[in-house]
């Protein structure tokens, strides 16, 4: 539904950059997961592997933690 003041084609962008942005997020989520429920299986230790997660979402995500 367009809302006041929104032209069909900015509502278009509007929506599609939404969508980006919302599956950008899941697969990051998904993969943050991953790496730690990985590392658990393999070493064990839960707060080094939600640490190491969190790094390689800030690595993926680029904001400059390495």
């Known amino acids: 539904m367009l809302q006041k003041g929104m032209t069909e084609l900015e509502y278009n962008t509007f929506d599609l950059l939404l969508q980006i942005l919302i599956n950008y997020f899941v697969l ?11 590392h658990i299986y393999i070493c064990g230790g839960g707060l080094t592997a ?17």
């Open 50 to 66: 939600l640490l190491i997660a969190v790094e390689r979402l800030c690595i993926n995500c680029g904001c400059g933690i390495n």
């Open 28 to 38: 990051n989520v998904k993969c943050v997961f991953f790496i730690f429920f990985a």
